[in-house]
């Protein structure tokens, strides 16, 4: 493994101090290296961390803040390491560079199970390492934020922190052993004290880079494992907080835009005589959308409403052609005949499922299914774009800051590095954020109002209409249980669309072959101890515009697995604790997270009814994604109407160290309502390639009233950190399912799980 | 046509068609952009300001209809209960991604100021318009009885 080469440098004309690494050769560094923004003169750097006279340190923050908390995460990585207080901690924005490519996220693509350990499996991770390395793709997601730069981040402090001591020692005529740092004060024997400030100042300019430094062990932390207070969260009570809508430019235009109704379509001819007359209209025009996108009709005007208004007198013809025949029915009757043709790819084999299942004392099957999804985040879809003098400038709320870059370049004609990214604060990411359309879209109407910056916003109709939806699925299970109604044979295959190869393709240009281990996720690379098992994948070709939602491939597989599971325990007359806890003998780390899981929710207790006597009843899951085990237990009632009512949600987390418990909660109880939305209300329907659903309410999402208390019990490990964002999602469905069989002895196969 | 309005206790002209939703003066015609837009039919609650105290959805509430009206957006806010309610989402730590935020402060504020000491039952009334896709409900509803009982303490 290569060893990284710690540079640093001191900036004179301002007195501060950047620390950084090169982590591959300048030659290898295909999209070109951009300097931090005050690196005046000197060697072009990045780096992560940049200290100033004045006490406040720096973070250059690669990561986009839609909720998740990672700016607190990764910020407690350094305020552990430099010994300095949270408080002198600024996050500043990082500029487009491969070394704060997500590496951790992206290499979890490989098609093997967490635990093989194979040669193979090793293999072929320590490749996709490098190969993400290289490609350094930066970009939010996959839960792997804290996971990607738990090493990294700590480094580059730990190794600023011990070139400051020994500048200090040195001239303090100590020992740098006698250094000692906290709260951002360095002192030693005899009342010497200097602040992390007044060091910059006095030894920045002669500072030569540690070649030895330490990371601390988990016993000494001081802020990492702390439920510290989320860092902005003053900047968002008080509005202040910038989204990607907020940005403000002088002379900005805004752009109302109408897309095809039918996905993948576009316009073929405008009427604009009316609609140009109108107070404020400044063009009118049509776009191309990008690869797997659709086009439609802007209007510019001076202001938002005036844009609107006149977009209603815009004559449009539309080109159907591309998903006229595009149904929800026609996708479900593609699935289900993929799986009557077609065992798919094996994702998972053991044993010989073939043979155990003939010889079983018995065997159930089962069919599931789930919808498209739509991400429907609170901020809609918006992007502005100022094209002047052959650059640009982009504000946007994105979680791929380089694929926007490229996107808006390749629309405009320019270079990359011709376009600055401006990030904002995200109003929910999810997975819909992670995609360019957006960017091309407003670039292409910019590009007609040259010199000026034009916002364009979709109203909630469009956004809802031009998702990339979660894949719709359909998956089928064989069990063969045993006398004792064990499970001695696992057969399962899911059928549906490949997100991987559609979403490179129109994202980061590349070609993808090979298995999607997205589409199985949650499905082949679960730890139950099955002796015969096949888990496979079909895709099906289908031209809905697909992409990642929150727990991706897990999001689904999760509910049909867990409910199968649930269904083999009935069949075998236990309890669905006991049953998992006995397919898990071998895996000390799950059964730590089930038995703490039960015994918080009281599972062995009885449940008293609700206040007005309504029997309640409680469903257990149990899911590992993203490096992180979750179970949860819903308590659930049905109301005389046939309501479901979700009261409790315990949950308890096994997600390697734990950085921050406060963030870790608010991620269970995130999770929980999005995905109980998805569990309950959550379908999108498409007729003759137009999305049925449009707003909130025919796409409803929970409300206040109906969200259950959550509460969140953390396994304690010494685990480097694993994923937090997504994992607490897909337990939640299959947990209610099973309360709903518990409660009426009606299995649910179906999201949304509805019982009228 | 000049239109003259009250905001945050100061007089803005603007020259917004009569018919434009107040969310679009607030973000667009004034640059104020604490106030959210998220669905623009009045389902999501995002774009919640108060008219004379009491609250109201700015994106289904033209310019022409505001008339006299005080309007008091989340950049405004002031006031005792304005300041625990902001101190009790500090303390209680309610915000994710913080879009909806602006929104259920000012829904929270204008219960508060109506009803010092709400059950769990008026905080769903009052608070069920608001939508919280990051799903910071239970914090709300924490942070509403924690600020409830600071106002008491006074």
Known sequence: MKKRTFLLT??????????????????????????????????????????????????????????????????????????????????????????????????????FRPEDQGAVARTTRWTMVKVMREMGFMMTGGSASIKDLWFPLREAAAMTKASLVNAIALNWKVAPANVKVSEGIFSAEGGKKISYGDAVTKFGAQLKPADKYELKSAAAFTVIGKPLKRLESGEKVSGKAAFGIDAVVPGMVYAAVKMAPQLRGKSTQIDASSAEKMRGVKKVLQFTGSQDATGGVAVIAEHYWLAKKALEAVKITWDVSETNSLSTAQGMNAMKAALDADTGFGFYKAGDVDAAMSSAASRIKAEYAAPNLAHAPLEPMNCTVEFKDGKATVWVATQVPDFARNAAAKVLGIEPEAVTINVAYLGGGFGRRLEIDVIAAAASIAKQMPGQAVQMIWSREEDMKHDFYRPAAVSRFEAGLDSKGEVVAWRNVSAGQNIVPQYMARNAGLPMGGPDKTSSEGAFDQAYEFPNVRVGHTAVDLSTPIGFWRGVGHSHQAFFKESFIDECAVAAKSDPYEYRMNLLKNHPRHRAVLELAATKAGWALPLAPTTDGIKKARGIALHESFGSIIVQVAEVSVTKEGSIKVHRVVCAVDCGLAVNPNLIAQQMESAVVFGLSAALYGRIDIEKGVVQQSNYHDYPILRFNETPTVETHIVPSSLPPEGIGEPGLPPIAPAVGNALFALTGKRLRNLPLTLV | MDTKISINGAIK??????????????????????????????????????????????????????????????????????????????????????????????????????????????????????????????????????????????
């Open chain 1, 10 to 111: 001191a900036i004179a004309a301002t007195g501060a101090l950047i620390v950084g690494w090169g982590v591959m050769p300048a030659r290898q560094r295909l999209m070109g290296s951009s300097p931090l923004p005050l690196t005046k003169g000197d060697i072009a750097l990045n780096g992560w961390i940049k200290l100033s006279p004045d006490g406040s340190v720096g973070l250059i923050m690669p990561r986009s803040e839609m909720g998740q908390g990672t700016h607190t995460g990764l910020a407690m990585l350094v305020a552990e390491e430099l010994d300095c207080s949270m408080s002198q901690i600024r996050i500043l924005p990082a500029p487009i560079d491969k070394i704060y490519g997500n590496v951790a996220g992206l290499a979890e693509g490989v098609p």
């Open chain 2, 13 to 154: 002209i603007v020259q917004a068609d009569a018919d434009t939703p107040m969310l679009w003066v607030l973000r667009d015609d004034l640059k104020m952009t604490g106030t959210k837009f998220g669905c623009g039919m009045a389902l999501c609650g995002a774009c919640t300001i108060h008219l004379d105290g009491a609250p109201a959805r700015s994106c289904v509430t033209t310019l022409s209809a505001v008339g006299d009206k005080a309007v008091t957006t989340i950049e405004g806010g002031s006031g005792p209960i304005f300041e625990a309610v902001k101190k009790a989402w500090v303390d209680v730590d309610v915000v994710q991604c913080g879009y909806c935020q602006p929104g259920q402060l000012m829904a929270a504020t204008a219960l508060l100021a109506n009803n010092k000491t709400p059950t769990d039952q008026q905080i769903d009334q009052a608070m069920s318009g608001n939508l919280c896709r990051c799903g910071t409900y239970q914090r709300v509803r924490l942070a509403i009885h924690a600020a409830s009982k600071s106002i008491a303490i006074g």
